[in-house]
């Protein structure tokens, strides 16, 4: 089973360890069949049997987690995003995430001051949202 080890800059909780203590040695997080990790600004996203967890910081909605947070409020422990769909890939900018489904429709949340998202305008987003692609 894959497992998912982290250590470092634990200043927001974007370890997962359910506290903001630095590491200096590989820590194990509590999930299973890791299969990808990202890392953003204060914040990690991390793929497990085609679900998504996330942990740190959430003040531009990077979290996908359905709310903003002040800058000051954490989540230390890798919390479930909820997607609609099986996830197969993910990718992080400094505050704002892609995923690609299963199904190859691309999803993205966080911050979208310069339309990253790619959604049309600059609006932030909190949980995920069906980027558009057209087939042209």
Do not use: M
């Not at 531009?60 to 800058?71: K, P, R």
């Not at 900018?93 to 691309?106: L, W």
Request: charged share 20%; proline share 3%; net charge positive.
């Amino acid at each position: 089973k894959k497992r998912l080890l982290v250590w470092g800059n634990n200043f927001q909780g974007q370890l997962g360890q359910g506290d903001r203590r630095h590491r200096c040695k590989p820590t194990l997080v509590d999930l299973r069949d890791v299969s990808a990790v990202c890392c953003g600004y204060y914040y990690t996203i991390i793929l497990s049997t085609k679900e998504v967890y996330v942990c740190g910081r959430n003040d531009y909605g990077q979290l996908g987690l359905g709310q903003f947070n002040h800058i000051d409020e954490y989540f230390t422990l890798p919390q479930k995003i909820n997607l609609t769909e099986p996830i197969r890939s993910i990718s992080c900018g400094a505050y704002h995430t892609i995923a690609i489904a299963e199904s190859d429709q691309c999803y993205g949340w966080g911050r979208n001051t310069n339309g990253q998202l790619g959604l049309g305008d600059n609006e932030n987003r909190c949980k995920p949202y069906l980027i558009e692609i057209s087939k042209s």
